[in-house]
C-alpha cells in the first residue's frame, strides 16, 4: 500500500489511465481546431469532439445536440443561472434554489441580487439535508423563471428528490436546472426521466481531466434558450465561445463512456467498501454522527462529526490520508460548514466534521487503514480535548458559560 | 497549508497534557475560548513558594492552538508568578512560526496563561 492515500474524491479524482490514452494523440498528432471546416487537422478534431459528445450525452439519457462546453461546473452553473435570467427576464426575475448549493450556484444568485438582476429564495433542508419538494412549489410566484436544486451535495453525499422537483416545475412551466457534479457517474442521471432542463456537471471528478465540464440544454420539451455569458466566435450553438479544448473534451468522453460501463458494478463496490469505513469507525468510537442522509446518498460519501475534537487537528492526525473538514480552519471564510449548519448541526460539531470521499482506485487495504487511524487519532485527540473530560464528569457543555472570542 | 517543524513536533508529542485537581493547594486552572469557535483551552499551573512548579494543559482546536498551549505550559514551569505574567502571544508566535490566520491561537494561549494566574491568585487571597 502506497501513502498518502487519496479520500478526497468529492474534490477532484485522479485520472483514469484509460482515460489519459485516449487523450495522447491529440496533443501532437491531431492537434486541430474543431471549428476548422477546410482541411483534415479540423475535421479529425470535430470528429473527436462530437464522439465525446455522444459518450457524455448516452451517460445522463440526453441528445448529443443538449451538450455544451465549458470550462467547468462552476462556468456551467454560472451559464445556465445568468444564462436564463438574462434570457427570459421579460418574463420574471425570481430564482428557487437551496442553502446547501455549491458556491457556485448560491453565489451566483448573490451576485444576480447584488446587480438588481434577480430575486433569489433559498429553500432550507430537512436534517438530512434534502430538499421538500412542496417548499419549492410553495415558493413559486408568477415571476419564478428558474428552480435551480443540487442532484446531490458534495459534503454530505444527500441525493435530493429531483424527479419530484422536476415534475413540480414541468407542471407549472419553470425551467429547471441542477448542478448533478457530485452525481454524474456516481449514481444514474436520466434528464428525461428527471425532468431536468439544464444540468452542470465536469470531468475530473469522474476520473477525466481538470479544465472542461458541460452544460446539458434542453433541446425540446421545452426548448431551452441561454443567453451567451462570454461574446466570440459563437462557437457551442452561439451559447458558449472559445476554441474548444479538444485533448480534455475527449478525456471528458471517454470518462463517462468507463462510468457508464462500469456504474453499476462500481456504485456497489464504493459503498460496500464506504459502508465497512462507517461501521469500523462507529464500533470503535463513541458520539461519532453521521452527516447526511443514511441512505438516500452518495455511494461513495461518508461525512461524521467527531464530538469534543475539531476537525483540522484530526485531518493534522492522519497527514497520509488525505480528507477534508468541515470546521473552519480549514475554510477560507473561517466560518465552519455552511452546509452542516443548514442541516441544523451545531457549530461545535460543524467544527467536528471530517468527510471521506471514496474513488475508483481506493482499495479494502486503505480503508482498513483509514479505520486504524481514525480510531487512534480521535482517541488521542479526545485525551488531550478538555470538552471530553468535562462531558465524562457529568458536565453539561450547553449550561457552560463560554467566553466566545 | 503547511505547518512549522515546531507546531507539527508540539502536536506529535505534546508536553504536560493532562490535569490536576482544581481544589488541589497551589492549583490556579484558567479555561479560555469556547466550543463554537472550534477551541477552548484549559491551562493549569501548580505553584510553590510564588514558584510555578508544574503546568499542564488540555486542548479542544487546531494543531496551532494544541501546540501554542503546550508550548506555554514548558514555558511556565520554573517561572515566578511575576515573570508567567510577562508571556506575551507575540512570544509564542515567534517560537512556532505560527502563520497570521493562526495568530488567535496564540491570543488564546495568552488568555489562558492570564486566567490560570487569575485564578490562582484568588485562590490565595481568600485563604
Known amino acids: ?405 | 497549508m503547511a505547518y512549522s517543524d515546531k507546531v507539527v513536533d508540539h502536536f506529535n508529542n505534546p508536553r504536560n497534557m493532562g490535569s490536576f485537581k482544581k481544589d488541589e493547594e497551589g492549583v490556579g486552572t484558567g479555561m479560555v475560548g469556547a466550543p463554537e469557535c472550534g477551541d477552548v483551552m484549559k491551562l493549569q499551573i501548580k505553584v510553590q513558594n510564588d514558584t510555578i512548579v508544574d503546568a499542564k494543559f488540555k486542548t479542544f482546536g487546531c494543531g496551532s492552538a494544541i501546540a501554542s498551549s503546550s508550548l506555554a505550559t514548558e514555558w511556565l514551569k520554573g517561572k515566578t508568578i511575576e515573570e508567567a505574567q510577562k508571556i506575551k502571544n507575540t512570544d509564542i508566535v515567534q517560537e512556532l512560526n505560527l502563520p497570521p490566520v493562526k495568530i488567535h491561537c496564540s491570543v488564546l494561549a495568552e488568555d489562558a496563561i492570564k486566567a490560570a494566574l487569575a485564578d490562582y491568585q484568588k485562590k490565595a487571597d481568600t485563604k
Open chain 1, 1 to 405: 500500500m502506497k501513502l498518502p492515500i487519496f479520500l478526497d474524491n468529492h474534490s477532484t479524482s485522479p485520472m483514469d489511465p484509460r482515460v489519459l490514452e485516449a487523450m495522447l494523440p491529440y496533443f501532437i498528432e491531431k492537434f486541430g481546431n474543431a471549428a476548422s471546416r477546410n482541411h483534415a487537422f479540423g475535421w479529425a478534431a470535430e470528429e473527436a469532439v462530437e464522439n465525446a459528445r455522444k459518450q457524455i450525452a448516452k451517460l445522463i439519457k440526453a441528445d448529443s445536440k443538449e451538450i455544451v462546453f465549458t470550462s467547468g461546473a462552476t462556468e456551467s452553473d454560472n451559464l445556465a443561472i445568468k444564462g436564463v435570467l438574462e434570457m427570459y427576464k421579460e418574463k420574471g426575475d425570481h430564482i428557487i434554489t437551496s442553502s446547501t448549493e455549491h458556491r457556485a450556484v448560491i453565489d451566483t444568485a448573490k451576485a444576480l441580487e447584488a446587480k438588481g438582476k434577480a430575486t433569489a429564495t433559498y429553500l432550507p433542508v430537512d436534517k438530512f439535508g434534502m430538499v421538500n419538494p412542496e417548499d419549492v412549489r410553495k415558493a413559486i410566484t408568477d415571476k419564478t423563471v428558474l428552480i435551480s436544486v443540487m442532484l446531490a451535495n458534495n459534503e454530505i453525499g444527500t441525493i435530493n428528490p429531483v424527479k419530484e422537483i422536476g415534475k413540480i416545475a414541468k407542471e407549472k412551466g419553470i425551467l429547471f436546472h441542477c448542478d448533478a457534479t457530485q452525481g454524474v457517474g456516481k449514481i444514474p442521471v436520466d434528464v428525461q426521466d428527471m425532468g431536468i432542463d439544464l444540468m452542470s456537471f465536469s470531468a475530473h471528478k469522474i476520473y477525466g481531466p481538470k479544465g472542461v465540464g458541460a452544460l446539458y440544454v434542453r433541446k425540446k420539451n421545452p426548448r431551452v434558450r441561454i443567453a451567451a455569458q462570454m461574446d466570440g466566435g459563437g462557437h457551442e450553438r452561439g451559447m458558449r465561445s472559445g476554441t474548444l479544448p479538444v485533448p480534455l473534451i475527449v478525456g471528458f468522453g471517454k470518462a463517462c463512456e468507463l462510468c457508464e460501463q462500469e456504474l453499476a458494478t462500481e456504485s456497489v463496490r464504493l459503498a460496500a467498501m464506504r459502508d465497512r469505513l462507517q461501521a469500523g469507525i462507529m464500533k470503535e468510537i463513541d458520539e461519532a454522527y453521521l452527516n447526511g442522509h443514511a441512505t438516500q446518498r452518495l455511494p461513495h460519501n461518508l461525512n461524521i462529526s467527531f464530538a469534543y475534537v475539531e476537525g483540522e487537528s484530526l485531518l493534522m492526525g492522519m497527514k497520509d490520508i488525505a480528507l477534508s473538514s468541515g470546521s473552519a480552519c480549514t475554510s477560507a471564510t473561517l466560518e465552519p460548514s455552511y452546509v452542516l449548519r443548514a442541516l441544523g448541526v451545531g457549530v461545535e460539531l460543524a467544527h467536528s466534521s471530517i468527510r471521506f470521499g471514496l474513488g475508483r482506485f481506493n482499495t479494502d487495504e486503505e480503508i482498513d487503514y483509514t479505520i486504524k487511524k481514525v480510531i487512534e487519532i480521535v482517541t488521542k485527540l479526545r485525551e488531550m480535548s478538555p470538552l471530553y473530560e468535562m462531558a465524562k464528569e457529568g458536565v453539561d457543555l450547553k449550561s457552560v458559560q463560554w467566553a466566545a472570542h
